[in-house]
């Protein structure tokens, strides 16, 4: 049988964690759907990605509410996608904060992504009539900014690109805890569709050089030892160089993209095939790994068009 066209077959609810890795951090995570971290300052909370719409983003509130009442100032965008991001206005913070490269992505792609995301994952935008339109940052750094809540010293940093050009990491130095955005998964499938394989290896590197004690990863289970750390950057690196490995190799002997996403799909699945969304991910994974391989430095913009065309391409 044909596969369903991306996640249109994935309809199942996911059961909710929240989870405290300190005094100051907590997680929400859903077993593989995107996660939110949450940092409460002396006087101030922030969060890192609002989950997909604000209806959906009143739950991380409720969540909040139930370990403080300070007020929620800061919303940090570890990233463009529309499933991270749509959710800001339900927080009404005083400030949306992102890299200067994820800005410039969701000027150049923000729209196109907005539409091509709903279509992808119908599931993931509960309630997509609430999203008020694109979400826009009110800060832009450049690498790197550091804030204090109180005396909580938080740094947003691009340790390098990866997932995105934008990636933003936000760490907190004095309780050695990380939030990656989706540079790191855990038991979920790295989507690829933007992303920069040749570069990602060596920023989750830098990440590790860290040395956080706790992570909160963009999909699965918060990180609470080091050694789950240590899984969380082994895994992520481990795919992507692997996926990246196998397409190279591929468009070198002269395969075309057809040939090249079946060998992956195969090749990866033994190792990979049971963490979620791998047969969402695999066919944007491998184009966006073919089209670097080949002839484009920069991820090309996904449409909703785009999509439709080359899922029939490699699954129809
Ligand atoms: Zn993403």
Known sequence: MEKKFASHADVEEK??????????????????????????????????????TPVMARDVI??????TDKPIRYV????????????????????????????????ERGEHDMRSEIERFPRLFRAVESV???????????????LWLGSLQVELMQLGRGHTKGDTVVWLPQQKILVSGDLVEFGATPYAGD???QDWPAT????????????????GDALTTLQLVRDGLAGTKAFISELYA????????GKNLNAIYKD??????????????????????VTRAYDLATQYPDPRIWTAERDIAMWKALEG
């Not at 339900?90 to 969701?106: F, G, H, K, M, N």
């Not at 694109?134 to 800060?139: A, D, G, K």
């Open 76 to 107: 940090v965008l570890s990233h463009y996608h529309a499933v991270r991001v749509l959710g800001a206005s339900a927080y009404e913070p005083e400030q949306v904060i992102a890299s200067r490269d994820t800005y410039d992505l969701i000027v």
């Open 132 to 146: 008020p339109g694109l979400t826009w940052p009110t800060m832009v750094f450049d690498k790197r900014l550091t």
């Open 246 to 253: 196998n397409v190279k190799a591929g468009a070198a002997a």
């Open 195 to 197: 992303a920069y394989f």
């Open 15 to 52: 059961r909710i964690s929240f989870d405290k890795l300190s005094d100051r951090a907590y997680a929400y995570t859903a077993e593989g759907d995107p996660n939110t971290g949450i940092v409460v300052g002396d006087d101030a909370v922030m969060v890192i990605d609002t989950q997909a």
């Open 62 to 67: 409720r969540r909040i509410r139930e370990v």
């Open 204 to 219: 989750l590197d830098n990440l590790a050089a860290l040395q956080p004690v706790a992570l909160v990863p963009g999909r």
């Open 264 to 285: 992956t799909h195969a090749a990866l699945k033994p190792k990979y095939g049971q963490w979620v969304i791998y047969d969402h991910c695999m066919p944007f994974d």
